[in-house]
């Protein structure tokens, strides 16, 4: 696939939907060695509705769903085949080592980077961090299986 992946491109990659799609494109790759997704966050995102009223801010928690499907996107291009396969979905598995640093609040564009640390044809451990405006806002190793 030709860089930047956008929305067009991740649908036939991952299979979420709106709203729980967390990535708009994909700026860098390389197989099997990192990835760098984009994150455009906008004040009528569903969860700033209730997180919160006066005050929005990107749960943490979403922020590293994000980190782990760009991270998801990476473990799919990279294996051979699995693209192919029904069950070639990545499926979130564990998260080591998360740290919230900043709060992501409306306007922002966070920026994911990921490296994998160990890599399979079915178990992924990925390093990953979250930035905006080059200021770091999130951190954590993910481990994801693929099938």
């Known amino acids: 696939m030709q860089l930047p992946l956008t929305y067009k ?3 036939k990659i991952l299979p979420h ?3 729980f799609l967390l ?8 197989l099997g060695e990192r990835v760098v997704g ?3 966050v906008t004040a009528n995102e569903p969860f700033f509705e209730g997180h919160f009223p006066g005050n929005p801010i990107m749960p943490g928690v979403l922020i590293i769903e994000a980190m ?4 998801g996107i990476l473990a799919r291009l990279s294996v051979p085949g699995v ?4 069950d070639g979905g990545v499926f979130f598995a564990a998260m080591d080592k998360v740290k919230f640093r900043k ?3 409306p306007g922002d564009q966070i920026r994911f980077e ?6 399979g044809s079915r178990v992924w451990k990925m390093t990953g961090t979250a930035d905006v405006a080059g200021d770091r806002v999130a951190q954590a190793e993910l481990v994801a299986t693929i099938g």
């Open 17 to 19: 939907r709106y709203p």
């Open 114 to 119: 990921l490296t994998p640390i160990r890599t």
């Open 103 to 105: 709060p992501v609040i």
């Open 38 to 40: 984009i994150k455009n």
């Open 23 to 30: 990535v708009d494109r994909i700026i860098e790759m390389e």
């Open 9 to 11: 491109d991740i649908v």
């Open 83 to 86: 693209m192919d396969r029904e």
């Open 68 to 71: 782990a499907q760009v991270g």
